[in-house]
């Protein structure tokens, strides 16, 4: 099954953190992301510009309206993902908790919706 983890973390603490602090939480998601591609979960991740690039999107009565940053104004913001796959959900969380940005933040696990496909 897969899952998505979408890691969440406070942009505002990211971007006070002093460079070797920084260097090091790479080196956490590189040695992270290359061990789960080793043991053949990892299936896509990246990550998210800030979300002062963001441009949030939504139709009303037939209008689009789009307006400058996220959908929701929040302490943490959603900064990147990975899809997995997992036998289950314990599984799944294992991998979340290993995630570098756990530690500061906080990382969802949601399972991925499998539609049937249109014959």
């Known amino acids: 099954m897969q899952y998505m983890l979408l890691i ?3 942009e505002a603490e990211m971007a006070a953190r002093k460079p070797g602090e920084l260097s090091a939480m ?8 290359q061990s789960i591609v080793r043991s053949g979960n990892y299936r896509s991740g990246e990550a998210l ?3 002062s690039t ?17 959908y929701a104004e929040t302490k943490e913001q959603l900064g990147g993902f ?11 969380t294992k991998m979340a908790a290993r995630i570098p940005g756990a ?12 539609f049937t496909k249109p014959t």
């Open 103 to 114: 530690e500061r933040g906080y990382v969802e696990v949601r399972p991925v919706r499998v």
């Open 8 to 10: 969440y973390t406070n």
């Open 82 to 92: 990975y899809l997995v796959e997992a036998q289950d959900l314990d599984e799944a």
């Open 54 to 70: 963001a441009t949030t999107v939504h139709v009303r009565d037939g209008k689009v309206l789009q307006t400058d940053g996220p």
């Open 49 to 51: 510009e800030p979300t």
């Open 26 to 33: 790479t080196q956490g998601y590189t040695e992270f992301t």
